[in-house]
């Protein structure tokens, strides 16, 4: 028995020794991070702005691969198969903690996903036309109520974080809302702008279009006003206790090194610094958010038992 714990312990030692070892090295050739979204959307623009930085951080070049489906899910389904060397990582959006309890996926977003940093957050608004009789989401939700089913609202789609706000909103208030689903935020705008429906629910897409009164902003879903929307309402300063969670953060395969994981999530922080990288946060209205690892880690436990708890007590239109 002492033998055998004499031997664990040298594998262990060894182990270490090794991936300490593998982390002074590293990286020695290009690092890939995939963007699980297509190319030109405020993901894939800060994917790259963040690739950039890290490069200069890493001494390395940083390629950016795009592969958009499964709901943001491609980046996860990837790295399963990928050597835990820190040569190829993905984005990991929030709608990973979503989507296995919406339908059957090939992952588990706590067992085979090693995370190592966010570095931005998306905040999502509910908005109405200009000349709308909405001005608050209180006159919104009384609407709602007393005219069932009459208030239509546009989101990119089923099971989005947009679509989980104005579901949790219908719960919270008893107000009964039609949803009607789009491809992406560019088609909600163009339908809410043409009056095919009522309400639109964007990410930070919609600043620009709120910055020129285009848009009517009536209240954020962040858990306190992001200084893009810095005059508009959070929901749970309207009297409704909801806000929607949804960084985006940089994960690699389960079994990275501890020692690589400490020199990424340190190149991560030390990226969100970059000038350049700043400029793009500025540009699309996107808050900068640091969580290390070990607190991404636990944010990903506790976000995967939060969205199941959601997604089971929601009634999804």
Same mark, same amino acid.
């Given at each position: 028995?002492?033998?055998?714990?004499?031997?664990?312990?040298?594998? =262990?030692?060894?182990?270490?020794?090794?991936?300490?070892?593998?982390?002074?090295?590293?990286?020695?050739?290009?690092?890939?991070?995939?963007?699980?979204? =297509?190319?030109?959307?405020?993901?894939?623009?800060?994917?790259?702005?963040?690739?950039?930085?890290?490069?200069?951080?890493?001494?390395?070049?940083?390629?950016?691969?795009?592969?958009?489906?499964?709901? /943001?899910?491609?980046?996860?389904?990837?790295?399963?198969?990928?050597?835990?060397?820190?040569?190829?990582?993905?984005?990991?959006?929030?709608?990973?903690?979503?989507?296995?309890?919406?339908?059957?996926?090939?992952?588990?977003?706590?067992?085979?996903?090693?995370?190592?940093?966010?570095?931005?957050?998306?905040?999502?608004?509910?908005?109405?036309?200009?000349?709308?009789?909405?001005?608050?989401?209180?006159?919104?939700?009384?609407?709602?109520?007393?005219?069932?089913?009459?208030?239509?609202?546009?989101?990119?789609?089923?099971?989005?974080?947009?679509?989980?706000?104005?579901?949790?909103?219908?719960?919270?208030?008893?107000?009964?809302?039609?949803?009607?689903?789009?491809?992406?935020?560019?088609?909600?705008?163009?339908?809410?702008?043409?009056?095919?429906?009522?309400?639109?629910?964007?990410?930070?897409?919609?600043?620009?279009?709120?910055?020129?009164?285009?848009?009517? =902003?009536?209240?954020?879903?962040?858990?306190?006003?992001?200084?893009?929307? /810095?005059?508009?309402?959070?929901?749970?300063?309207?009297?409704?206790?909801?806000?929607?969670?949804?960084?985006?953060?940089?994960?690699?395969?389960?079994?990275?090194?501890?020692?690589?994981?400490?020199?990424?999530?340190?190149?991560?922080?030390?990226?969100?610094?970059?000038?350049?990288?700043?400029?793009?946060?500025?540009?699309?209205?996107?808050?900068?958010?640091?969580?290390?690892?070990?607190?991404?880690?636990?944010?990903?436990?506790?976000?995967?038992?939060?969205? /199941?708890?959601?997604?089971?007590?929601?009634?999804?239109?």
């Amino acid at each position: 028995m002492q033998r055998r714990h004499f031997a664990l312990m040298l594998a =262990a030692s060894a182990a270490l020794a090794s991936g300490v070892a593998m982390a002074k090295d590293y990286p020695d050739s290009p690092v890939t991070i995939i963007v699980p979204y =297509a190319a030109g959307g405020v993901s894939d623009i800060m994917g790259r702005a963040l690739g950039q930085a890290l490069s200069k951080q890493l001494g390395q070049s940083v390629i950016i691969e795009n592969k958009p489906g499964a709901a /943001g899910a491609m980046g996860v389904l990837d790295i399963k198969r990928a050597r835990p060397d820190g040569y190829r990582l993905t984005l990991t959006p929030a709608g990973i903690f979503r989507q296995p309890h919406v339908q059957k996926v090939q992952y588990d977003p706590v067992k085979d996903v090693r995370y190592i940093a966010t570095f931005m957050t998306y905040d999502f608004v509910i908005t109405v036309p200009p000349d709308s009789p909405f001005k608050t989401v209180k006159e919104l939700v009384d609407y709602a109520k007393a005219h069932p089913g009459e208030i239509t609202y546009g989101t990119p789609g089923n099971y989005t974080g947009n679509h989980i706000a104005m579901a949790a909103l219908e719960k919270a208030t008893g107000a009964q809302f039609t949803h009607v689903p789009f491809k992406g935020d560019s088609e909600t705008i163009n339908a809410v702008l043409g009056k095919q429906i009522k309400v639109g629910v964007f990410a930070n897409s919609a600043h620009t279009y709120i910055q020129s009164g285009k848009l009517r =902003a009536l209240a954020t879903t962040a858990d306190k006003r992001p200084p893009a929307f /810095g005059t508009i309402p959070t929901l749970r300063e309207s009297g409704y206790p909801i806000d929607i969670p949804s960084p985006n953060g940089l994960a690699g395969p389960k079994g990275l090194p501890d020692a690589i994981v400490t020199k990424l999530q340190n190149a991560v922080k030390a990226a969100m610094d970059d000038p350049d990288f700043q400029k793009q946060l500025t540009m699309n209205a996107v808050r900068p958010y640091y969580l290390d690892s070990a607190a991404y880690t636990k944010f990903a436990a506790e976000m995967f038992k939060r969205e /199941g708890e959601i997604v089971k007590g929601l009634t999804l239109n």
